[in-house]
């Protein structure tokens, strides 16, 4: 069954840390997407990334990156240098294909992200 | 913008009451999605609407149903609410059937059954 695993539930930093949140993943497609969301205290998801699973290019924006490996089914998310505003919960999902031409969302339970000054 | 707009930010009903939540999105989108967030469960799938009068269970569908009778409206109900149904419940929209599509999130309905 497809799955998505966030072990960290919560992390605590301190402000300019470098922190890192895991995402571990199961699935039968060889065609798929891994998304993350970030849900700020106000509860909104805001999509911030999306990768194909057949693109294993590192990327980066400013201060997040993110390192997709295939052969251990990972896709984790780093920020450089947190700031307070990153604290939020962050999620990790993996589409998932279905009869009839359907796709869905399979959401890890998530990791919250405590940044303190 | 995508803009998804749910009903209310907090409900609070009794037990046995008719709950209805309504999700409106203004970007023409295809598919609307129901969700309920609880800690340590991540989102969960309750329905999902690929077109106008059309829905499909997700992961979890028992003590709900929902409406879409209008593409931009999907609306979510509780027949008879329960307290286990005391929740946050996400909407969330997305362009079509396309798998690499992200889907565009409401501000969530907190829903307290008493």
Not at chain 1, 53 to 81: H, L, M, P, V
Not at chain 2, 27 to 51: A, C, K, T, V
Not at chain 2, 53 to 77: A, C, N, Q, T
């Amino acid at each position: 069954a497809q799955k998505v695993t966030q072990a960290q539930t919560e992390i605590s930093v301190v402000e300019k840390e470098d922190v890192t949140l895991d995402c571990v993943y199961e699935t039968r497609d060889t065609t798929y997407y891994l998304f993350w969301y970030k849900q700020p205290p106000s509860g909104e998801l805001v999509f911030l990334i999306r990768r194909n699973s057949f693109d294993e290019q590192n990327e980066i924006s400013g201060r997040y990156s993110w390192n997709f490996q295939k052969s251990t089914s990972s896709f984790n998310f780093t920020i450089t240098a947190s700031q307070v505003v990153d604290s939020a919960v962050y999620f990790c999902a993996l589409s998932e294909s279905f009869s009839g031409g359907y796709n869905k969302l399979i959401f890890g339970a998530g990791t919250r992200l405590a940044v303190h000054p | 913008d995508v803009k998804v707009t749910q009903s209310s930010r907090y409900l609070v009903k009794r037990t046995g009451e008719k709950v209805f939540l309504e999700c409106v999105q203004d970007m023409d989108h295809e598919n609307m999605f129901w969700y309920r967030q609880d800690p340590g469960l991540g989102l969960r799938l309750i329905y999902f609407s690929y077109d106008v009068k059309m829905k499909e269970k997700g992961d979890i569908p028992e003590g709900y149903s929902v409406s879409r009778e209008k593409k931009e409206r999907f609306s979510l109900i509780l027949e008879s609410a329960s307290t286990n149904q005391t929740s946050m419940y996400l909407c969330a929209s997305s362009p079509g059937r396309d798998v690499s599509y992200e889907q565009y999130f409401g501000p969530g309905t907190r829903l307290t059954v008493t």
